[in-house]
């Protein structure tokens, strides 16, 4: 309709600039349009014949038609730069990927690619542009006809291919890019330097979707999130997300396996289609070492694709336990209690130090007699070798400034994990305000004393703690929510203040008055994390429960490892993804640190990586400039299978640490997820870059509307605009408005 | 035949009213009126001194048979042991002694009782199993004062109710809790007040102080049990000129170190 009333499609208006071809300046129209209306204003109100607002009517409507003729005597014309016939290239990218083997009704996405440039469209390119017809998959290839296109290529990664068609660019006048693809890119979108590229370019990005945008039934895993590495004897939490279609309401099995064997399966009922669906399933991470942790949905039949509905990821279960330094002001009954739900633990050590009587530390937990001999550590040295502190009911008089320092540096600069525990000495109590654990704490203390107050507290999660690692005693977080307000009340609590920004509720004391407290507040500091517990009586869930209750063991578990699993060592690699589907770069980043922590830039550092064959190849790691401490490399897995990088570093003869990340290659795998045509990603590559997108059945508008491009070799069209239907359909209105009005008035 | 009725109704009711003395007689008479509540008995305190109330075998021969029941030296040892404790360590410690029984659940409030004259508990068996639910939760027992072949038989024939699979051990001078904050290396044995009378240190045939325990999988003492010693005197009669200081002494450092242990291990 717009083209038949504007002669030209909107798309052309809104790539070309309005100019005016007459002799006289623009300004000259905004005064004989002024002087026009004027006038017959002056005519028609000296009919007085006519009630007033009659006579504004007419005026309105004779001023418009001459405004409207005389801008027409100005010349209006649209000026539009279009590619010169035979003078540009215009390249045919079809996705020649695997997902585009996939059957729509009778034939397979590419076949109908195939057949939508057989049957007119590369010949009616070809009439008036120079053709490139190239295959796309990670990269382009220039294929000679739509025969070669198999539809063998692994994975498709749009922006890569744009970026090499945009090099292309730089050597050839091309004018414009029609892509055929189902939208299936394999790397999660397409990047913004790949987008940059081509529109600096100014190249327009035509494309034409293939596939339903909707499987009838179908579940996809869209993503399982998993650390790269755990503790030994951890649990894990996997974050599963997945989407489904023709499901919903129906119940499917979330199972997880570790090397074949099924290590935690539990049923999920699916919600409304389409919508992403997150779920978490927790399992042991089992013995130390590289294992492939293979997650799927089973238990649905009929589905379309059944080859998206798993997806594996590695974990390094790591072998040295981190060591958490716990200090205690005063006996405690909590004391004894976390001491022995960490003695259910594996996967750390706990060392503790509890002062009995004024001058006497009692030591547990020492890796050998002297350590820790003259109590707190003096030196930040000694303490920055611990991944996690525990700080229980002591007053912040009893650090020095320098230990005081060092606990804050072992947060911030360190990477630690440091937990503050209520006690009658500690927090607001213990003077904590007035020291420099003020920066780190997630709160506000209050301003006076008297906060801890040895009366009961029953305790409750807040959304925030519902589904988190420290305080899920349970998968489902409704029933978590539930099981933490049966627990057995806490035999004191402590009141906190006010959470700074930024800072996590996890948990609240409800005691009889006083209302609502935050109990367990955490928040990231610098590099590492600081947790405060409002209470030193949890020891009640332990002794008011059954002996083979492991609530009270869970939570400090769980908040233990929460402390030291993201502490970084002196030297520690890694990878953004430690399963590779279908693609084979995986860049390292390794940050090194000295004693101290302070970032180390002058080292040698080297990566020997092992591949599936066996063969060791050393490589350097070079300094990032921007940031200090960083080395960078990339290594290019140019097989499937397990790769380890092992990473030292060295400073002369001074051995600095050393760190291993474990990563696979995959192949095959990536074609078979995301094979709903991606019609937003295409969409958007067109309208960013100044394309269009079109279902097959519109190729006749691009062969139109391909002419039109800024890129290329182009030439300036004028086109007039007077001769616009719109135009006299306007003026048969407005005169015809009139005539019905005066007619309807008695007026004629 | 009235007076004889009469007389045998009266016999009767004075031995159910000696009986039900045995058992919680003592508890707010005796000793308890000699001394005073301290100002700040009702002060919330971590550690309150909890005393186990438990029913008393009354069988056997000879004198042994009926004497000791769960309130000896009740309060003023307690009492007198806390002093101890608050003066000589960082644990905030209640003043005022307190008593639970192995009846209801107060007993999980307490992670550390203290039981006298276990020579003589008789525990029904509902008592031995909150004993051992007690005890796996991470409960601590000690018990003290109870002498002889004949008391130990006693004590072990309810405590091997309460433990059918776990025996009593030896506890070794390297154990933990000699050493969690007093070195007790040179143990003695600890004697009561009847020392006086007897001119010995030890009672019945007792004559070897034992230190023994049950211990958890982990190995951990859950019941530190003190045979052929009074510490329960020693605390007692710390200020008692003619009680030896050295008896005191290793009493109250043992007594601290148990404390210390259960509130550690």
């Known amino acids: ?748 | 035949m009235r007076v004889r009725n009469w007389a045998v109704a009266g016999f009767v009711v004075f031995m159910l009213a000696s009986i039900m003395y045995a058992q919680f007689g003592r508890r707010g008479r005796g000793d308890e009126e000699d001394v005073p509540i301290p100002a700040d008995a009702n002060e919330a305190t971590e550690f309150v001194f909890t005393r186990l109330r438990y029913p008393s075998y009354r069988g056997g021969s000879g004198m042994w048979g009926v004497r000791g029941s769960w309130s000896t030296d009740y309060p003023s040892a307690d009492r007198h042991f806390m002093q101890g404790v608050r003066r000589l360590t960082r644990l905030h410690v209640r003043s005022l002694e307190n008593v639970v029984d192995l009846d209801g659940d107060e007993i999980f409030n307490y992670p550390f009782i203290y039981g006298v004259e276990v020579g003589h508990w008789d525990l029904t068996d509902a008592q031995c199993k909150k004993l051992r639910e007690y005890l796996l939760r991470g409960g601590f027992l000690m018990v003290d004062d109870f002498h002889g072949s004949f008391e130990w038989e006693v004590f072990l024939a309810s405590l091997s109710r309460v433990f059918p699979d776990r025996p009593v051990l030896d506890l070794d001078s390297k154990d933990h809790i000699f050493h969690v904050l007093y070195d007790i290396d040179q143990k003695v044995q600890v004697p009561g007040m009847v020392m006086f009378y007897t001119g010995r240190t030890y009672e019945q045939d007792g004559v070897d102080p034992k230190w023994a325990g049950v211990v958890d999988d982990k190995g951990r003492v859950m019941v530190g049990i003190c045979h052929n010693m009074d510490l329960g005197d020693s605390w007692e009669h710390a200020d008692l000129p003619r009680y030896p200081e050295k008896y005191t002494s290793l009493g109250y450092r043992i007594g601290i170190n148990y404390i210390i242990y259960s509130m550690t291990h």
Do not use: C
């Open chain 1, 1 to 748: 309709m717009f083209e038949l009333l504007f002669s030209y499609p909107a798309r052309i208006f809104s790539k070309g600039d309005i100019v005016f071809l007459g002799a006289a300046p623009l300004w000259a129209l905004g005064i004989a349009i002024g002087a026009a209306a004027a006038g017959l204003g002056l005519l028609i109100m000296r009919r007085t014949s006519l009630p007033m607002a009659r006579r504004a009517t007419i005026w309105t409507l004779q001023s418009l038609l001459a405004a409207l003729l005389l801008t027409l005597l100005w010349q209006p014309a649209l000026r539009v730069s279009s590619l010169k016939p035979q003078q540009n290239v215009v390249a045919v990218m079809v996705d020649d990927s695997h997902s585009m083997t996939t059957v729509e009704g009778s034939s397979t996405r590419l076949d109908q690619a195939r057949q939508t440039l057989d049957s007119g469209l590369l010949q009616k390119l070809s009439d008036r542009f120079q053709v490139r017809l190239y295959r796309a998959g990670s990269g382009i290839e220039r294929v000679a006809k739509t025969a070669d296109l198999k539809g063998q290529q692994v994975a498709t990664r749009l922006g890569d291919s744009l970026k090499q068609a945009a090099g292309e660019a730089a050597t050839l006048p091309v004018g414009a890019v029609v892509l055929l693809s189902d939208g299936a890119d394999n790397s999660g979108g397409i990047d913004a330097d790949s987008l940059a590229e081509v529109r600096r370019l100014r190249i327009p990005v035509h494309t034409i979707g293939f596939g339903r945008e909707k499987f009838d039934k179908d579940l996809e895993l869209t993503q399982v999130e998993l650390p790269a590495r755990t503790l030994n004897g951890a649990r894990l939490s996997a974050q599963v997300s997945f989407r489904q279609n023709g499901y919903a309401n129906r119940k499917a099995r979330l199972v997880a396996r570790s090397d074949g064997k099924t290590i935690a399966n539990r049923e999920v009922l699916l919600k409304a289609d389409g919508r992403t669906q997150t779920e978490t399933l927790l399992f042991a991470a089992g013995n130390p070492g590289p294992r492939t942790i293979e997650v799927s949905v089973e238990g649905l039949d009929g589905e379309e694709n059944a080859k998206n509905n798993s997806l594996r990821r590695l974990v390094t279960v790591e072998t040295n336990k981190p060591r958490v330094l716990y200090f205690e002001g005063e006996p405690r009954w909590d004391y004894k209690f976390i001491r022995r739900a960490f003695e259910e633990d594996k996967s750390v050590e706990l060392v503790s130090l509890l002062r009995t009587t004024p001058n006497k530390v009692y030591r547990q937990g020492v890796a050998n007699p002297t350590e820790l001999e003259d109590g707190f550590p003096a030196k930040a040295e000694e303490l920055l070798a611990f991944q996690g502190l525990i700080i229980g009911g002591v007053e912040a008089s009893y650090f020095t400034p320098t230990q005081q320092e060092a606990i804050k540096m072992f947060v911030d600069r360190r990477g630690g994990g440091v937990l503050f525990l209520g006690g009658r000495a500690g927090l607001a109590d213990g003077g904590y305000n007035a020291s420099q654990f003020t920066e780190i704490l997630p709160v506000a203390l209050p301003d006076r004393k008297n906060t801890f107050h040895r009366d009961p507290a029953n305790t409750e999660l807040t959304p925030a703690g519902r589904d988190n690692l420290i305080t899920r005693l349970d998968d489902s977080p409704d029933k978590n929510a539930e099981i933490w307000k049966k627990l057995p009340y806490l035999a004191n609590f402590q009141e906190l203040g006010t959470p700074k920004p930024g800072a996590v509720v996890l948990a609240e004391a409800l005691p009889t008055s006083k209302g609502r407290l935050p109990l367990l507040v955490t928040q990231n500091f610098g590099r590492g994390r600081v947790a405060v517990l409002a209470t030193a009586g949890t020891w009640r869930w332990r002794m008011l429960n059954d002996h083979a209750d492991t609530k009270h063991a869970t939570f400090w578990q769980q908040m233990l490892r929460w402390l030291v699993l993201d502490t970084p060592s002196r030297l520690s690699v890694s990878t953004p993804k430690t399963v590779l589907s279908d693609e084979s770069q995986a860049p390292l980043r390794a940050e090194l640190r000295d004693k101290t922590y302070l970032p180390v830039s002058d080292a040698l550092v080297e990566a020997r990586m092992t591949g599936p064959d066996g063969i060791t190849i050393t490589v350097p790691m070079e300094p990032d400039p921007l940031n200090e401490g960083v080395y960078n490399a990339n290594w290019t897995a140019d097989k499937p299978g397990s790769y380890l990088a092992e990473v030292t570093a060295r400073r002369g003869d001074e051995d600095l640490g050393k760190d291993l990340v474990n990563f696979r290659r995959e192949d095959g795998v990536a074609e078979n997820f995301g094979l709903e045509q991606n019609r937003e990603l295409l969409e958007k590559l067109s309208s960013e870059t100044g394309g269009h997108y079109y279902k097959p059945a519109e190729i006749n508008k691009l062969i139109e509307e391909i002419t039109f491009s800024e890129a290329g070799i182009t030439v300036r069209e004028t086109r007039d605009l007077w001769n616009m239907p719109i135009v006299f359909l306007l003026i048969l209105l407005l005169r015809g408005a009139e005539w019905f009005l005066r007619r309807n008035w008695g007026a004629v």
